[in-house]
């Protein structure tokens, strides 16, 4: 499986953009790039997902490099409630999510 | 609900019972997953489900560990002979397609087990 590399940490104050980065370098061509959050005692949830194009959506917006073997996750204006360990995750041939040890973001009043 | 929903969400057993972990994943989902998270861990994948396929089982730690899913929908993972490196969050997935056509996975709250 593509493996994707995170920083452990990040921190940012509340209501300033929050930029995630993630390596991919051994992506491959029919990859999908998701990414998903755990909040506290939480089960994931989904934030967003792309393949080629940058997309965005209500909860964040996804930059992917032209040459696709990074991405960024951009939290437009970081609230209290976005503190949880984010995920970036390659979907591979398989239909499964293999999940790594993520990004904690803490976000300071 | 129309979520993801997982019973029991804290279970405590004796080393060396058998537990059934369920999960009634959102209706219509085809596929279904099982993951599980050790303290201040990753998720680890367990199994998955996807419409009459057979299980991709690639993730069970060992041969205590099955899981099964009747008619489609419901699942029930059983740990039998629980050992305390059992302790950890259950978590169930399930998505309306399989990932590989980039399909949003919907987890539930989870199923604490303590074995004692």
């Known amino acids: 499986d593509a493996k994707t590399t995170q920083p452990n940490s990040m921190e940012s104050n509340e209501e300033e953009p929050v930029h995630l980065p993630c390596n991919h370098s051994?992506?491959?061509?029919?990859?999908?790039i998701h990414w998903y959050r755990q909040l506290p005692s939480q089960g994931p949830e989904y934030v967003i997902h792309?393949?080629?194009s940058n997309v965005n959506n209500r909860m964040a917006s996804l930059a992917i490099a032209e040459d696709r073997k990074s991405s960024t996750l951009i939290l437009h204006r970081a609230t209290l409630r976005d503190a949880a360990v984010y995920y970036c995750i390659l979907g591979h041939n398989t239909d499964k999510l293999i999940f790594g040890t993520g990004t904690r973001l803490q976000v300071f009043p | 609900g129309a979520g993801v929903s997982q019973s029991p969400s804290n279970k405590v057993t004796e080393k060396g019972k058998d537990v059934e972990l369920r999960c009634d994943p959102i209706?219509?989902?085809?596929?279904l997953y099982w993951y599980r998270q050790s303290l201040g861990q990753g998720l680890e994948f367990l199994i998955y489900f996807q419409g009459n396929s057979a299980p991709d089982k690639s993730g069970l730690p060992s041969d205590r560990f099955s899981a099964e899913r009747t008619g489609g929908s419901v699942s029930t993972l059983t740990i039998q002979r629980t050992q305390q490196e059992d302790s950890a969050v259950y978590l169930c997935a399930s998505s309306l397609r399989g990932l590989a056509m980039a399909g949003e996975l919907f987890f539930g709250e989870g199923s604490r087990l303590t074995v004692l």
């Open positions: 209706s219509g989902h085809t596929a």
């Open positions: 051994t992506i491959s061509g029919t990859d999908y």
């Open positions: 792309g393949l080629t």
